[in-house]
């Protein structure tokens, strides 16, 4: 009949229009972009950074990675942004109240008195121009995080830019410093600094509350605030900062730090930031006496569902819910693994450990992750020194090639190039990693996570790449296709991208096609029955409006 | 033949069923009540000089303004204390359009009232006299600064805003009309609102609840009208 026809044709119409209006089905790698990008492994704009050099008096060494730590940022922060010159400052990015040094209160030719300004910025957050950050290619999770404080533009390329990153930078300084560390939160959610393991006074010389807990020692530091935290450590080793604010969020978004306290020595100005952590290019006299570098090693693991709702989200209203409220962390499943704020290939350009033969390195490792590592080092025994900052009985340390630590724990070890087939097997491009499977992946695709590797000085290139075998290139990597899964891990006839249908592989695209197959069936489910419901509630109605007032003959007359 | 009350009621109840099924597909997009900050932080005092200016200019004038034709001065306050109006924002100017006529000498005192970093920052200058095209005006708070420019000659809304991390997506938006621009920017606080379609709207993955409240209210809407129409034929 006509009008089923019409009804049908209606129907469809409805079905349409909430299809078109229907949100894109939900992208399983939000973060991944489909575009192949530059290749190259190593894009640095100052190979001069590199070299040993001396800025404002303040010794740097070599760091032969691809992309060193600026040596003026180095100057800077050692000798304190209050005593370099203007023309050193002004290139560094970092504001006149960054790092500030004074007073040499016992006598020993150093400063004893340190103030830090660290703000919170969020990185890859909602909105336009907001601060990028890669972690590997094409990979851009969100992230809160500490950083110095600096000053002018944050946009990309601007002086400031590179000290806004993961992870928040490594603090130093000496036994019986006083250190006054000033957050002043930039950011747009509530904060506090605990300082984990660095001794410290429950409350401050006014009676405030020092310890950075929400639920003992203070209010949260509102966005806008700023409060100054304080301590006197009297023991040394490698300790550990963090926000306190909802920890099972704020401290796995980024809001996590190193801190690093020094034997007291004289004439021992320290490396009191370690921007971007990894090789401490001026270590302290103590270091310096006993070794031969000094790495800090940071670890964490990134779980996007989390990280997501910062770069989907711009009310604040909706990021508290959202983390507080809405995400589970007792369902947390890390996708992304960091160390020092990149996963493989970019730790590549990071994060070597670049070693010589017959030499000793101080090696700090830092677990800021939920989950245990197991850091393993190829072509090595290294030996036990230090955990959780403090130092073991000399009968007590001991040898291994395999260090596991759960969350928040710390372990300081010697990296010994002696050829002796135990520390080391001798020179190499020896990896170093993670040995549970999956902290090697970038969301589940090999390699990845927080692949790196101790490389020797003859095994590198002059750009801080190292050799790799005939045929063997990191180039692959770096191109964003790979970790998109677009491209095979195998480049050949037999064992390349498998022809036919061309349809993608059961389970290559994962969710992306099977979340939104489920958001189509939903959808019109749920169109069904709001149709029922809907005409339905109109027949009923007016099948009583008929019974009521029935037209008779007789009324109309 | 219809009677002319049974129309009226049916057309009614059409329009009922219609109108629940229309506010069930608009709901996504209402937010909640603003909440209450807790402003009980402890303050520490600014102890440090920290306040700059960048590329300040007094003399050098603009292409197209042969001499300055005046001279203007304004406050502008900026913390978030201006925000607590605003939903959904967190920091933000006291005032948010500032109007200055072409090749004038500009003095703005930049009022920070928070304890942190903010900047008044324009953009879109003539690059040739501002590097970058920029004037800055930073401080730290609880603080001011006093800076001064020349405007360009050109007739143009300039924008204006705060360059820390996440400041500008929060609230931290202005604009300068420059002569007779009638040009408003987008996404500036009680001025414009954001280029996105909704709040959440920023594409990627979407929460099922929001879809499924979509589906339901096109399938209400829609089985009215298909019911209502078929009853209308039936008669």
Known sequence: M?????????????????????????DAHPQHSNTSTNTTVCNFDNPGWREPQIVAGVQIEEDRSCSPDNPNVVAAVTKGTNNVPKKVLKGTGLSNDAVTKCCDKDGDN??????????????NEAGEESLDYEIAPGIKPAFWTFAPKTRGMATEGSAASDLLRMPAPVLRVEEDDTINLKIENTHYLPHTLH???????????????NDGVPQTSEQPIMPGESRVYTAKPRTHGTMFYHCHVQPDVHVLMGLQGMFVVEDNLGDNKVQTLNIGAGKVRHPSEDIKEKYDGEFDLQYQGVDKELHNIPKKYNDPRRVAKQTNRVYDVTERDPDYFLLNGKSFPYTVRE?????????RYRLRILNGGSRTISIHTHGHKFRVEELDGTELPEDAKYYRDVIGLTAAQRADITLNTTDDGQRSYGPGVWFMHDHREEGVTNDGMSPGGTVTMITYESFIKKNGIPHTPEGVSLSKFFDRGYYNRTTPVWDSPTLGEPSGSGAPEAGVEKSNGGSGMLILVVFLVTALIGGLAGGGTVYVINKKLDSESLPTEEDEE | ???????????????????????????????????????????????????????????TLPQGCDSIRGEKK?????????????????FTYNNRTYYAEPCTKLTVEFV????????WMVHGLPKEIYPMGMFNIEVTGPGKKTGTFITPSKEDTLLVHCGVPQHAQKGMRAQIKIGKSKEDLENIPGIS???????????????????????????????????????????
């Open chain 1, 2 to 26: 006509m009008e089923r026809k019409v009804a049908f044709v209606l129907l469809f119409c409805v079905l349409g229009l909430g299809l078109a209006l229907l949100p894109p089905p939900a």
């Open chain 1, 110 to 123: 150093d400063p004893d008195v340190i103030n830090v300004t660290l703000e919170i910025v969020g990185l």
């Open chain 1, 195 to 209: 300082l984990h393991g660095v001794d410290h006074p429950f409350l401050d010389s006014k009676g405030r509350g």
């Open chain 1, 351 to 359: 994060s070597q450990i670049i070693v010589e033969k017959n030499e």
């Open chain 2, 1 to 59: 033949m219809i009677e002319k009350s049974e129309k009226r009621g049916f057309i009614l109840t059409v329009l009922v069923v219609s109108l629940v099924g229309i506010l069930l597909i608009l709901s996504p997009g209402v937010s909640a009540h603003p909440l209450d900050d807790d402003y009980n932080g402890s303050s520490e005092m600014n102890t440090s000089e920290n306040a700059i200016v960048m590329n300040a200019n007094s003399k």
């Open chain 2, 74 to 90: 304004i406050t502008v306050k900026a913390g978030k204390e201006y925000a607590r109006v605003f939903p959904g924002e967190m």
């Open chain 2, 112 to 119: 920070n009232k928070d304890h942190v970093r903010h900047q």
């Open chain 2, 193 to 235: 609102s954001e280029k996105q379609t909704g709040e959440d709207g920023l594409g990627g993955q979407s929460p099922i609840p929001d879809s499924v409240v979509l589906a339901l209210g096109f399938g209400i809407v829609g089985g009215a009208m298909i019911a209502g129409y078929w009853e209308m034929r039936k008669r």
